[in-house]
């Protein structure tokens, strides 16, 4: 009795201001999904073509989802699973679907963020040219079992360490500082990057779409690709939404939260594709080759790049401080999802939950790491253990969950249940109209079409 007593203290924290719940949801949704996928994306699927159709989906499709996450999680204030049993009882399995998510994602996310943490210190202790070469250096790193793990862990405790805080005391005062930290950088660096000479191709490849090569079969491909990153990008289907969203107060205009979120959210990934592609354009000469250097872009192609800069040390130094701060947001909200579900389901208080989380997120998270080194040639389904990880978070559970929650939403509970939520304390929905459509029609199409289009036509 007295460990649920305490769960309901632990459900009645919330963020203290309407600032604080933007910037703690902004810094979940600005993460490695923007500065480390969006510009590979961006770069592979036509630039500008695939900057425009991100765009478009994010102010619509993206919008919609959002909304109806975050009204779901104030409304029921619970975390995803009694979030969802709570909505309908029979939706209950919905619940362990989405909670599963966030299980699989944060440890491995984590070991990316230690990828990055190891980056930092490369630049920090000016051995940087050791990382300016082929890609050894990144694959003699992610090999080395010892030397991956203790910057996986590093990662991982200071992620932990913001969460056993709290709400308030943790996430929220962390966010911020860490956001208009992360903007300063990054607005900074992409000025720097656009003033090189040469970068005026790479601002045209990436801003302007390629009408020449245009397709149907390549729109396709390229809407697809933008709505995954959806997904990774604004923390859409991972519970995380749903557990801010529970911690944000009803006073709290929340249709503008969600488009502050937003712009954050692609400002920051336009941001970082204006710092990335037009910086390999320049130094690789416009290498098709290393504009579609895909996920090795950031850990491979950019150190060759602040390698041949003056100053290329501090710039790079600089750049993944930045990377840091965003990874650092994000995976906080993962843990913070992970340790809301434990806490609720279990009945337990913070410090155990958080406890329990890390100890499942070292566990995962050595089967990423062991995958790159000593595992290296155990698959699941082609994929290396990390990437099959990405590949089931992303494109199967993830949409699977949003389009039941869209069922959900628009035909079991009504999207009257959302619109009540979003109206409350005299707040006027403006984007009424456009959430209905979206929520009955078009998003659950998308949904199916990002299930489909992988078996159907090879990313």
């Known amino acids: 009795m007295a460990n649920a007593t305490a769960q309901q203290t632990e459900k009645k924290a919330s963020f203290g201001s309407k600032l604080g719940f933007v910037l703690a949801a902004a810094g979940s949704a600005v993460g490695l999904g923007n500065i480390w996928r969006f510009p590979y994306l961006a770069a592979k699927y036509g630039g500008g073509l695939f900057l425009i159709v991100y765009i478009i989906l994010t102010v619509a499709f993206g919008f919609s989802l959002m909304i109806t996450e975050i009204a779901i999680g104030r409304k029921t204030r619970k975390s995803v699973i009694g979030a969802y049993q709570t909505l309908h009882p029979k939706f209950k399995p919905l619940g362990l679907l989405a909670a599963i998510v966030p299980l699989i994602v944060t440890p491995y996310y984590c070991v990316i963020g230690g990828w990055v943490l190891k980056y930092l210190a490369v630049f920090a202790t000016g051995?940087?040219?050791?990382?300016?070469?082929?890609?050894s250096f990144f694959s003699g790193f992610i090999?080395?079992?010892?030397?991956?793990?203790?910057y996986f862990l590093i990662y991982l405790l200071l992620t932990?360490?913001?969460v056993l805080l709290g709400v308030e005391k943790g996430i929220e005062r962390i966010s911020k500082i860490v956001m208009p930290a992360l903007i300063l950088l990054i607005v900074g660096i992409a000025i720097y990057t656009i003033t090189l000479d040469g970068a005026g191709a790479g601002?045209?490849?990436?801003?302007?779409?390629?009408?020449?090569?245009?397709?149907l079969k390549q729109l396709l491909i390229t809407v697809t690709a933008a709505m995954g990153q959806l997904f990774y990008s604004m923390s859409l289907a991972m519970g995380i939404l749903i557990t801010y969203g529970s911690y944000m107060r009803k006073e709290d205009a929340l249709e503008s939260s969600v488009r502050h979120i937003e712009l954050f959210d692609t400002g920051v990934a336009s941001l970082a594709g204006l710092i990335i592609v037009p910086a390999v354009f320049v130094f690789s000469g416009g290498n098709a080759d290393a504009l579609r250097?895909?996920?090795s872009l950031m850990f491979v192609t950019l150190p060759n790049v602040f390698e041949s800069m003056i100053g290329g040390r501090w710039v790079g130094f600089a750049f993944f401080i930045m990377v840091s701060?965003?990874?650092?947001?994000?995976?906080?909200?993962?843990?913070?999802?992970?340790?809301?579900?434990?806490?609720?389901?279990f009945h337990l208080k913070r410090i155990p939950s958080c406890l329990i989380a890390f100890g499942l997120c070292i566990v995962l998270g050595m089967v990423s790491v062991l995958g790159y080194s000593i595992w290296d040639e155990v698959t699941i389904l082609g994929y290396q253990m990390l990437d099959f990880f990405d590949?089931?978070?992303?494109?199967?559970?993830?949409p699977i969950v949003a389009l039941l929650t869209c069922i959900l939403i628009g035909y079991v509970v009504k999207v009257k249940t959302i619109e009540d939520e979003v109206e409350e304390c005299g707040h006027t929905f403006r984007a009424k109209k456009l959430f209905r459509v979206m929520i009955k029609y078009v998003c659950p199409i998308c949904m199916v079409i990002i299930l489909i289009t992988p078996f159907v036509i090879k990313l």
């Open 127 to 135: 051995t940087q040219s050791q990382a300016a070469d082929t890609g």
């Open 143 to 150: 090999s080395s079992t010892s030397e991956s793990t203790i």
């Open 160 to 162: 932990a360490v913001v």
């Open 203 to 215: 601002l045209k490849y990436y801003l302007l779409p390629d009408l020449q090569s245009f397709s």
């Open 293 to 295: 250097a895909g996920p």
């Open 325 to 345: 701060l965003a990874a650092l947001t994000s995976s906080i909200s993962l843990m913070e999802t992970v340790v809301s579900i434990i806490s609720e389901k």
């Open 391 to 398: 590949f089931i978070s992303n494109n199967v559970l993830m």
